[in-house]
């Protein structure tokens, strides 16, 4: 058989349904061979082919789904996917073409071949694996390496396939059967050590991070909240838990809850399952992190637990969802006091504040993000875009509904990104409604992606903040330089689209939203419309975002944060002690 046909029976074999692709000369064999074995989604840009990848494999697991692109301009268009699948540790396989093994330049020249760019040489210090294709090779090869993208710490890998290679003939070869990894697990000894912690603790909390799976937590959440646990979130552990749980206790982060930064703070044992307590999760001032806690983090990669930041008092190298699992076993004692304690820290802070201005005609981005919540269904998938202000309020201030999932990509913060992931988690989703959150400038990145909208008729309602540019870098300006605004929006060179004329494009209604949303009965119909819909946000360009992490340029030039705990305004969270939260007391004087 030709080598490209039996790629794709190898593929399906390791359980791909989907491929996301924009055609090309070089990966001619592959696209007309995976037709026969995969669902294939024709993108217009190729980064948008490794995003909505990245976001499928998500919300689909087990069920998986790639990207192939072409050689030269194909590569380089996807490594913006390929680098933030490599900072969130996601799946993602990319197949990319070549030119023929006779034309490779091998480090000759710069290039010989028509379009020839070293794909392997490119991406090796973004991938887990790189590998060029000079022939066919066999099935348990081909395993080993497009199985490392699956196994902890999961992570993308690129295979280069030469034109040649793809036409080859073979005998046709059986893929060998998939075996579970085998992982690190936390020995008998170190759980029972963290559970006697716990139960010393006066104040804990069990953070939960992105390596934890979803399976995992969902059968775990009922036990958790019964037996009082006090539990967090990371950013992208958010849709773990209901954001109104009776022990759930918010999501700390750079930018995240004032309150549940204030708690975690105030913990006195962290436990961390599945994060890498990124400098995002602790703020950039990580040495206040946890200052009267002892923090435990259960992490797979050890090279996370030994970094050296934050502070880690006892480090385990072990599947995050095996300990969890095991932890939870424990019988752990309910912590009443310390939630109610700390749930009273979080409802004497306004969830909305008042320190912020909204001029008139606008609507606040704080009241959207409450407002839209009353307007979601337990099965839809949230999803934020990965920069700026849409991204921070979303994930500082929604809650998510027990039941829908929500994902974003945080760590490379990417604008753009938030059109391709909604695209991928809506073909994910089979038919489960969609929301898109994101700003302007964002959007406008990856615009293009709205004919792949269109086209697959999803049922995908995008959400953008109309500020007139990019609010976050116009917020910098403001703050650090006077109010000098260079390319951030239109008055400063930025050019943005007429938003009712972009969507008549490809035919998709749009409405711009009245301040009244969440009553209005045309926004309301339209939500309940299968099938795509924009709505536009109109947010002042001069609306300010507290509170915030405040920093300072010292006198050498670098930057000093403030812990997250002290956010600007500060506020006065005892402020007002109704009789049944003095229990604060106890625990925070």
Not at 199 to 210: D, F, H, K, S, W
Not at 353 to 377: A, M
Not at 467 to 485: C, E, L, N, P, V
Request: net charge negative; charged share 20%.
């Amino acid at each position: 058989m030709k080598y490209s046909d039996q790629i794709g029976a190898w593929l399906r074999a390791a359980g791909y349904t989907h491929y996301f692709y924009v055609g090309g000369g070089n990966i001619m064999h592959l696209t007309e061979s995976l037709d026969r074995y995969l669902t294939g989604v024709p993108v217009v840009h190729e980064v948008a082919a490794g995003i909505a990848a990245e976001y499928f494999n998500e919300i689909a697991a087990p069920a998986k789904a790639l990207a192939l692109v072409t050689t030269g301009p194909g590569l380089t268009n996807i490594v913006t996917a390929i680098s933030g699948a490599w900072l969130e540790s996601r799946e993602l396989l990319v197949l990319g073409g070549q030119v023929k093994t006779a034309d490779l330049a091998n480090g000759t020249v710069r290039a010989r071949g028509i379009q020839e760019v070293a794909g392997v040489e490119l991406l090796a210090a973004t991938t887990k694996e790189a590998y060029r294709f000079m022939a066919p090779i066999d099935a348990r090869r081909f395993l080993s390496l497009i199985e490392a993208s699956w196994t902890p710490r999961k992570g993308p890998v690129f295979l280069e396939m030469p034109l040649d290679v793809q036409a080859a003939n073979v005998e046709e070869e059986p893929l060998p059967a998939i075996t579970p990894p085998s992982l690190s697990r936390a020995s008998d000894e170190q759980i029972d050590a963290v559970a006697a912690l716990y139960r010393q603790a006066e104040r804990p909390v069990l953070l939960i991070g992105g390596g934890t799976d979803y399976a995992t937590v969902e059968a775990l959440r009922n036990r958790m909240e019964v037996s009082g646990i006090p539990v967090m979130t990371t950013y992208n552990g958010a849709d773990r838990f209901d954001g109104n749980a009776a022990n759930f206790l918010g999501r700390p982060n750079t930018w995240g809850m004032r309150g549940a930064n204030i708690v975690i703070q105030k913990s006195d044992l962290i436990i961390a399952v599945g994060t890498r307590l990124g400098l995002q999760q602790t703020g950039f001032n990580w040495q206040e992190f946890g200052r009267d806690a002892q923090i435990v983090q259960v992490e797979i990669d050890p090279r996370e637990i030994g970094k050296g930041h934050p502070r880690i008092d006892f480090g385990i190298e072990a599947d995050a969802n095996d300990f969890l699992t095991r932890l939870i076993d424990r019988n752990l004692p309910a912590k009443t006091d310390w939630i109610a304690a700390a749930q009273a820290i979080m409802a004497n802070i306004p969830r909305v504040e008042d320190v912020n201005q909204t001029g008139p005609g606008f609507l606040s981005p704080y009241e959207f993000i409450v407002r839209l919540e009353d307007v979601t269904k337990p099965d839809d998938l949230v999803i934020p875009c990965s920069s700026g202000s849409a991204f921070t309020l979303t994930m500082t201030l929604y809650k998510p509904k027990l039941g829908q999932r929500m994902l974003t990509n945080k760590s490379l913060a990417s604008m753009g990104y938030g059109l391709s992931g909604a695209i991928g988690a809506a073909l994910a989703g089979k038919g489960r409604r969609t929301i898109l959150i994101e700003g302007d400038g964002g959007f406008a990145q990856n615009m293009q992606e709205l004919g792949t909208v269109a086209v697959n008729d999803l049922d995908l309602k995008m959400f953008i903040f109309d500020d007139q540019g990019h609010a976050s870098i116009r917020m910098t300006q403001r703050s650090y330089f006077g109010g000098k605004y260079l390319g951030c929006d239109r008055k400063s060179g930025l050019g943005l689209p007429q938003w009712s004329k972009l969507f008549a494009a490809w035919d998709i209604p749009v409405m711009r939203l009245p301040l009244d949303f969440s009553t209005d009965i045309a926004f309301l119909e339209a939500m309940a419309t299968p099938g795509p819909h924009a709505f536009i946000v109109p947010v002042d360009p001069e609306q300010t975002y507290f509170p915030k992490i405040s920093s300072r340029i010292t006198a050498t030039g670098s930057m000093e944060s403030n812990p997250i705990d002290k956010m600007t305004p500060e506020v006065d969270y005892l402020a007002e002690k109704p009789a049944a939260e003095k229990v604060v007391e106890g625990f925070v004087k």
